[in-house]
T-cell receptor, first 108, second 114 residues
Framework: KNEVEQSPQNLTAQEGEFITINCSYS?????LHWLQQHPGGGIVSLFMLSSGKKKHGRLIATINIQEKHSSLHITASHPRDSAVYICAVAGSQGNLIFGKGTKLSVKP | GAGVSQSPSNKVTEKGKDVELRCDPI?????LYWYRQSLGQGLEFLIY????????KSGLPSDRFSAERTGGSVSTLTIQRTQQEDSAVYLC????????????FGPGTRLTVT
């Protein structure tokens, strides 16, 4: 079993839809990261959180430490949100353990 | 300010040759991480530096892989006697410290071993 599980693996949405990507982990963590990777592009850190909820524009990330679960929400999705979204948990020394990613495609 | 930079951006090498990949972290960042993303695979951790020391080398896939960091800044990842399975994008990230700090990623080096 992978230490970090993401769902769904692939997601297609229509522009404007509300999107949720889920992440469950089985290891103790100091923090959880949500990353975004555009096709052929680099990786951008969207959020780092260790408790509660964070919001940045149309993006919202939540984490439940007791349940070892996090969600990334995108409100009013747009085609430019199309990317791979990666959940990663920080190990004991900060090194990241990655989920396999969720490939999001938002159609106009 | 300047972000994490990596060089070269692309490297094509013949099987059996040695390669060196360079990472320049954000100034002041004491922690530096190397990751690898193989084609069709997820990201995997390779090695972590805190200052010049590498307390965690657990992710290095074989003894052909080594890394060093000098002056608490630039890091070099060396792959000796490259194999085709070494083909991947090698990513570097840095942060102010380890543990629960935001990591900033470089653009990566795409290595192709022919």
């Amino acid at each position: 079993k992978n230490e970090v599980e993401q769902s769904p693996q692939n997601l297609t949405a229509q522009e404007g839809e509300f999107i949720t990507i889920n992440c469950s982990y089985s290891v103790g963590i100091s923090a959880l990261h949500w990353l975004q990777q555009h096709p052929g592009g680099g990786i951008v850190s969207l959020f780092m959180l260790s408790s509660g909820k964070k919001k940045h524009g149309r993006l919202i990330a939540t984490i439940n430490i007791q349940e070892k679960h996090s969600s990334l929400h995108i409100t009013a999705s747009h085609p430019r949100d199309s990317a791979v979204y990666i959940c990663a948990v920080a190990g004991s020394q900060g090194n990241l353990i990655f989920g396999k990613g969720t490939k999001l495609s938002v159609k106009p | 300010g300047a972000g994490v930079s990596q060089s070269p951006s692309n490297k094509v090498t013949e099987k059996g040759k040695d390669v060196e990949l360079r990472c320049d972290p954000i100034s002041g960042h004491t922690a530096l991480y190397w990751y690898r993303q193989s084609l069709g695979q997820g990201l995997e951790f390779l090695i972590y530096f805190q200052g010049n020391s590498a307390p965690d080398k657990s992710g290095l896939p074989s003894d052909r892989f080594s890394a060093e960091r000098t002056g608490g800044s630039v890091s070099t990842l060396t792959i000796q006697r490259t194999q085709q399975e070494d083909s991947a994008v090698y990513l570097c990230a840095s942060s102010f410290s380890g543990k629960a700090y935001e990591q900033y990623f470089g653009p990566g080096t795409r290595l192709t071993v022919t």
